[in-house]
C-alpha cells in the first residue's frame, strides 16, 4: 500500500514538473521591448525608414532558421549567396544590417512575434482601434502563466494531502481486519510534521514577498500620474513624427532633458487651436476633447486665438513629474544620447504610443547594471570613446567581436555614486 501512495506522489510531482516545464509561446510583450531598444531606430512595422518595412517579414524568407541567422549575423547570409538576403543588401545601397549575436532564438522568436501582432492591426490606428486599445487598458499580449501553474500546484498539494490521508485510513483497515491493534491516525491538521511543514511553507512564502516588496520601496514602474494638460505623446511624437529633441533639446546638451517651456508649445499651437486627429482617450477609457486641452494650453500662457495675441499674464503649467531616481544616483542625458548613442525608448518605452505618459522600467540599480553588461558600445565614428585604443586594437585584430559599456567602466561604483 505504501509503495501505491509513493507512486501516487512522484506521479503528481511529475504533473508539475511536466506544466512547468512546457515550453512557452512566444512572448510579443517582450519582443515589444526589445524591438524598441534594438530595431526601432532602423525599422517600422508597416513602413520603410532605414531599412524595410517588417510586416509579413517570415513570408519573405523560405526558411525561419535563415531569418534567425541574418538577424544574429547577416554578412554569413550574404557570404551563402542567398538570393533574397542579397537582392535585400542591394536594394539598400549595400548597407549591411548590424549583427546582434547576443540575441538567443527565443528572443528572435519574441521579436517576430510582436512583428505579427503589430502587422495585424491598421497602421496609425483609428478612433474605434483607439477606444478599444483605452478601454481595454495597457496590457501586453504576452502571456503569464505563472497563476496557472500556482493553481495547478495548489490542486495537486490538496489532491496528495487527501490521498495521504485515504492511504493513512486503508493502512487501519488492513490491520483492524488482521486482528492488529493500531491507534487512530492523526487527523492532518493535528499532525506535527504537517504543522512544522506549513510553518516553513508560510515562512518562506512570507519571506520571499516581504524582501520583495522591501526592494520595490520607493520604485514607480508603472507610475502614470493625471497631468493638468492631456498632452498626448501618440499625437505629437508618434503620428506627427516631432523629435524628441524639438521639446526636449536638453537631453543631448545636459544632464536633464528639460521639460518644454509653454514656448515650445506655442511655436506651432499659436496656428493649430483645434484637434482633427484620432480620438483621444484616458487609460480608463473617458473620450478627451482634444480642442479643449489646447484651450487649457491658451489659457496657463494667456493667450487669445482670436485676437491672435497675449491678453494677460501667463502662468506656469505644473506638470507632475514621473521618471525619479534617487538623490544619490547620478544620471545624465546627454552622455547616454550623444556618447551612448541611445534612444528614447531604450528607457522610456514606446514613448511615441503613449496618449498618457507612464514609467517603462524600474529603473532600479539591477535594470540599470544589466543594461551596462549588455549594450554594446558604438565605437565607430565615435569619438567620445577614442581613449580606448586598446580596445579599438582587440576589435580590428578579431580578439573580440565588441565591447560593452561594462567593459569600459560603466558598471564601477563611482559612476553613478560620486
Known amino acids: 500500500m505504501r509503495k501505491h501512495f509513493v507512486s501516487v506522489l512522484i506521479l503528481c510531482a511529475g504533473l508539475v514538473l511536466s506544466v512547468s516545464t512546457t515550453v512557452k509561446a512566444a512572448d510579443p510583450g517582450k519582443g515589444k521591448a526589445l524591438f524598441q531598444q534594438n530595431c526601432a531606430s532602423c525599422h517600422n512595422v508597416h513602413k520603410r525608414v532605414t531599412g524595410p518595412a517588417l510586416k509579413d517579414v517570415e513570408g519573405r524568407w523560405s526558411d525561419k532558421k535563415l531569418l534567425h541567422q541574418w538577424i544574429h549575423n547577416s554578412a554569413s547570409v550574404l557570404a551563402s549567396g542567398d538570393q533574397y538576403a542579397n537582392a535585400l543588401y542591394n536594394e539598400y545601397n549595400k548597407q549591411a544590417m548590424p549583427a546582434f549575436p547576443s540575441f538567443t532564438?527565443?528572443?528572435?522568436?519574441?521579436?517576430?512575434?510582436?512583428?505579427?501582432?503589430?502587422?495585424?492591426?491598421?497602421?496609425?490606428?483609428?478612433?474605434?482601434?483607439?477606444?478599444?486599445?483605452?478601454?481595454?487598458?495597457?496590457?501586453?499580449?504576452?502571456?503569464?502563466?505563472?497563476?496557472?501553474?500556482?493553481?495547478i500546484t495548489l490542486i495537486l498539494a490538496v489532491v496528495a494531502l487527501i490521498l495521504m490521508q485515504i492511504n493513512s485510513n486503508?493502512?487501519?483497515?488492513?490491520?483492524?481486519?488482521?486482528?492488529?491493534?493500531?491507534?487512530?491516525?492523526?487527523?492532518?491538521?493535528?499532525?506535527?510534521?504537517?504543522?512544522?511543514?506549513?510553518?516553513v511553507v508560510l515562512f518562506m512564502v512570507g519571506g520571499y514577498f516581504t524582501i520583495q516588496g522591501a526592494i520595490g520601496l520607493g520604485r514607480q514602474k508603472d507610475y502614470m500620474p493625471e497631468q493638468p494638460i492631456h498632452y498626448s505623446h501618440k499625437v505629437h511624437a508618434g503620428i506627427n513624427q516631432i523629435n524628441?529633441?524639438?521639446?526636449?533639446?536638453?537631453?543631448?546638451?545636459?544632464?536633464?532633458?528639460?521639460?518644454?517651456?509653454?514656448?515650445?508649445?506655442?511655436?506651432?499651437?499659436k496656428a493649430i487651436n483645434e484637434y482633427h486627429g484620432p480620438d483621444l482617450f484616458t487609460a480608463e477609457g473617458k473620450k478627451i476633447n482634444g480642442t479643449a486641452e489646447i484651450a487649457k494650453l491658451y489659457d496657463y500662457v494667456g493667450w487669445d486665438p482670436q485676437a491672435q495675441k497675449y491678453t494677460k499674464p501667463g502662468k506656469p503649467i505644473e506638470w507632475t513629474k514621473i521618471h525619479n531616481l534617487p538623490d544619490h544616483v547620478y544620471f545624465?542625458?546627454?552622455?547616454?544620447?550623444?556618447?551612448?548613442?541611445?534612444?528614447?525608448?531604450?528607457?522610456?518605452?514606446?514613448?511615441?504610443?503613449?496618449?498618457?505618459?507612464?514609467?517603462?522600467?524600474?529603473?532600479?540599480?539591477?535594470?540599470?547594471?544589466?543594461?551596462?553588461?549588455?549594450?554594446?558600445?558604438?565605437?565607430?565614428?565615435n569619438k567620445y570613446y577614442s581613449i580606448f585604443e586598446k580596445f579599438h586594437q582587440d576589435v580590428k585584430d578579431g580578439k573580440i567581436d565588441s565591447v560593452t559599456v561594462e567593459m569600459v567602466g560603466g558598471t564601477e561604483c563611482q559612476k553613478c555614486h560620486y
Open 244 to 269: 524628441c529633441l524639438y521639446c526636449h533639446a536638453g537631453a543631448e546638451k545636459s544632464k536633464h532633458a528639460m521639460i518644454p517651456s509653454e514656448n515650445i508649445c506655442m511655436n506651432c499651437h
Open 170 to 199: 486503508l493502512n487501519k483497515l488492513a490491520a483492524d481486519k488482521e486482528g492488529v491493534a493500531t491507534p487512530e491516525p492523526v487527523p492532518f491538521y493535528k499532525n506535527k510534521a504537517y504543522i512544522a511543514l506549513a510553518i
Open 105 to 151: 532564438d527565443e528572443d528572435i522568436d519574441n521579436i517576430l512575434a510582436y512583428i505579427s501582432q503589430e502587422g495585424a492591426k491598421e497602421p496609425g490606428g483609428g478612433a474605434a482601434a483607439g477606444a478599444a486599445a483605452a478601454a481595454g487598458g495597457a496590457q501586453e499580449s504576452g502571456e503569464d502563466n505563472s497563476l496557472l501553474f500556482g493553481i
Open 332 to 381: 545624465n542625458h546627454s552622455q547616454h544620447v550623444v556618447a551612448g548613442k541611445q534612444q528614447c525608448q531604450t528607457c522610456h518605452g514606446a514613448i511615441q504610443d503613449m496618449d498618457e505618459v507612464h514609467q517603462f522600467a524600474d529603473l532600479s540599480m539591477g535594470w540599470c547594471i544589466n543594461c551596462h553588461r549588455t549594450t554594446k558600445v558604438q565605437f565607430a565614428d
